[in-house]
T-cell receptor, first 112, second 115 residues
Framework: TQLLEQSPQFLSIQEGENLTVYCNSSSVFSSLQWYRQEPGEGPVLLVTVVTGGEVKKLKRLTFQFGDARKDSSLHITAAQTGDTGLYLCAGALGFGNEKLTFGTGTRLTIIP | NAGVMQNPRHLVRRRGQEARLRCSPMKGHSHVYWYRQLPEEGLKFMVYLQKENIIDESGMPKERFSAEFPKEGPSILRIQQVVRGDSAAYFC?????????????FGSGTQLSVL
């Protein structure tokens, strides 16, 4: 059973466009993290959200945690080719970092 | 400050052999986590260790797999009598504490191929 569903699975857009990717679950998470993974490398943490309704910004990236702490979104403004990569969300069911549940990812391609 | 170091990066084993994967956490980190990424699947939690102790091994297969994190030296994930289904990327992560929101750092992974 996949607890975290990410959509879309694949996304190709032109440079300069905006996009949103989603991470949904029926489970409540104590925290949710977003990672980016390059081929042949481990995931790199982008952000952690812990409070329902929380919004965090990282330059052109905006992360939101749903009010009920069951879902999250990642919005990228004015996408650049450097944003190309695999984006993963991961939720923690317990109070700590252990045993994160990862989504299957959104593979983003930005076309110059 | 070096990141999480995993070695080897690539490991090829024949069916029935043993595989040993090593992970040196970031300096000062005493919490280590192992994840497995099968082709076309997401990362799956295997085990969580804190120096000399296994805290949670609920994601690890009951047979053939074991993990340790000794007082001195790297954490080791050991797979005995490997089978083709063990072929995957194995990632190690470390953190300073287990607190919610504590940053998790991943290594570059070990790609295990079983022939």
């Amino acid at each position: 059973t996949q607890l975290l569903e990410q959509s879309p699975q694949f996304l190709s857009i032109q440079e300069g466009e905006n996009l949103t990717v989603y991470c949904n679950s029926s489970s409540v998470f104590s925290s949710l993290q977003w990672y980016r993974q390059e081929p042949g490398e481990g995931p790199v943490l982008l952000v952690t959200v812990v409070t329902g309704g929380e919004v965090k910004k990282l330059k052109r990236l905006t992360f939101q945690f749903g009010d009920a702490r069951k879902d999250s979104s990642l919005h990228i403004t004015a996408a650049q080719t450097g944003d190309t990569g695999l984006y993963l969300c991961a939720g923690a069911l317990g109070f700590g970092n252990e045993k994160l549940t990862f989504g299957t990812g959104t593979r983003l391609t930005i076309i110059p | 400050n070096a990141g999480v170091m995993q070695n080897p990066r690539h490991l090829v084993r024949r069916r029935g052999q043993e595989a040993r994967l090593r992970c040196s956490p970031m300096k000062g980190h005493s919490h280590v986590y192992w994840y497995r990424q099968l082709p076309e699947e997401g990362l799956k939690f295997m085990v969580y260790l804190q120096k000399e102790n296994i805290i949670d091994e609920s994601g690890m297969p009951k047979e053939r797999f074991s993990a340790e994190f000794p007082k001195e030296g790297p954490s080791i994930l050991r797979i005995q009598q490997v089978v083709r289904g063990d072929s995957a990327a194995y990632f190690c992560a470390s953190s300073l504490s287990r607190d919610r929101g504590e940053k998790l750092f991943f290594g570059s992974g070990t790609q295990l191929s079983v022939l």
